[in-house]
């Protein structure tokens, strides 16, 4: 038994020596190498098991390994693996029409990330807006995405550093502010992009009358609003998209992260007013809407549905919620509990890596975000009992004085 744990501990050195040698730094990586995952638990080459509240970024958020996921793909295996797109298949046809169906009338763009998903927005945009109409409202504490693009995109300065000159087009304002949207606007405008909630922002909602005023905003102006779903989305907050919580609806939508229920795949959907901006050879992507990629995004549509994700992203929402607020008082360093259904922030009044560090160790994954957000995004499939477990692990590290009914 020994021998078997000293021989998982140097599996597990090796592999973190490995990356540092030959792969590039680009990650703040945890000293943890993840051999393999179900539901709401990961394991590590020892065996020892984690639980996962943040399951690849909120990518896998049906769990890890979900059955009708891993049996679509074992399927799609044996088929074959990539069909160009000057060609057809079912799968793509399909997926399209389920997202459709699921959010407003219009026509989808596959690619195979959340980035690539809000470029093609921005593309579109321009490109429905004209030479002259190319600028982008974007909000602060905002993000979308790692390209060049949509580093200028977001309303982060730290995303940004260090690869100046940026691209132009792009215009930040204060995140719920409608008259510093008012104050921007001129005639080379063409689109808001909005997260509807924030994600690596904080765990910030967009306020209902902001939402409101914005809608009309850009009615009146014929100004495209677009939304960026790529966290929020796909029943993360209790309904497939964030927007639907507010009476509005956009003009164009980006997903991504838990469309593919773990297996990476993005989309832009173009409501029906401009959902032939883009025409043939405007844009693309190699990979985009592939048959694996797209039997798992139906597979994750059809566990949303069979299973009632949605109300149990709700309930399980709310009930973490609950636990969470339990924290807060005496000497606890948490300050505020915000977020809807399983997208929760927990802000602290100190910085949170220790925390979630601490957490680690105890058997417990979740994400720092913005220096003090505890970022809480468990899988749309997690239990009452697996939440409990969490908040006991959190209470512990946290240093709080834990409740009667937090056990």
């Not at 002259?132 to 390209?147: K, L, N, P, V, W």
């Not at 948490?334 to 680690?360: C, D, F, H, I, T």
């Amino acid at each position: 038994m020994e021998t078997q744990e000293h021989h998982a501990n140097g599996a597990m050195s090796a592999a973190i020596e490995m990356s540092g040698t030959y792969v590039q730094p680009t990650y703040d990586r945890s000293p943890l190498v993840i051999s393999k995952g179900k539901g709401s638990w990961v394991w590590d080459l020892t065996g020892r098991r984690y639980l996962d509240f943040f399951p690849g970024w909120a990518a896998s958020g049906l769990g890890h390994c979900h059955p009708r996921v891993m049996n679509a793909l074992r399927d799609q295996v044996g088929k074959i693996l990539h069909v160009p797109n000057n060609y057809f298949t079912v799968a793509q046809g399909r997926l399209a029409e389920k997202i459709i169906q699921t959010s407003f009338p219009g026509k989808v763009f596959f690619a195979n990330s959340g980035a690539e998903a809000n470029e093609a927005a921005v593309k579109l945009a321009r490109r429905w807006g004209g030479k002259d109409r190319y600028e982008i409202i974007t909000m602060a504490g905002s993000f979308h995405g790692r390209t060049l693009a949509m580093v200028s995109a977001t309303g982060q300065a730290k995303v940004a550093s260090g690869f100046e000159p940026l691209p132009e087009g792009f215009v930040h304002v204060p995140f719920n502010d409608m008259e510093a949207v008012r104050r921007v606007f001129n005639k080379k405008t063409a689109a808001v992009l909005l997260e509807f909630i924030q994600g690596e922002g904080g765990i910030r909602e967009a306020e209902p009358g902001f939402v409101r005023d914005l809608a009309a905003f850009c009615k009146e102006k014929n100004l495209l609003l677009m939304a960026d779903e790529v966290q929020s989305g796909m029943g993360r907050t209790g309904k497939y998209y964030a927007w639907q919580h507010y009476g509005v609806t956009p003009d164009v939508m980006t997903l991504a992260k838990s469309l593919g229920g773990g297996f990476p795949i993005g989309a832009m959907v173009a409501g029906s007013r401009v959902q032939d901006t883009l025409g043939p050879g405007s844009h693309g992507s190699t990979f985009g809407g592939s048959p694996l990629a797209c039997r798992a995004g139906l597979a994750a549509f059809e566990a949303i549905e069979r299973e009632g994700l949605l109300k149990q992203a709700s309930l399980m929402g709310e009930f973490l919620k609950m636990e969470l607020e339990k924290l807060k008082g005496g000497s606890s360093p948490v300050v505020a509990v915000r977020g809807r259904g399983l997208m929760l922030g927990v802000e602290l009044n100190s910085p949170g890596a220790g925390v979630v560090a601490r957490a680690r160790e105890q058997g417990l994954l979740i994400n720092c975000t913005q220096e003090k957000i505890l970022r809480i995004l468990p899988a749309l499939t997690v239990t009452r009992g697996e939440i409990k477990k969490a908040v006991r692990i959190l209470t512990r590290v946290l240093g709080a004085q834990e409740t009667p009914h937090a056990s």
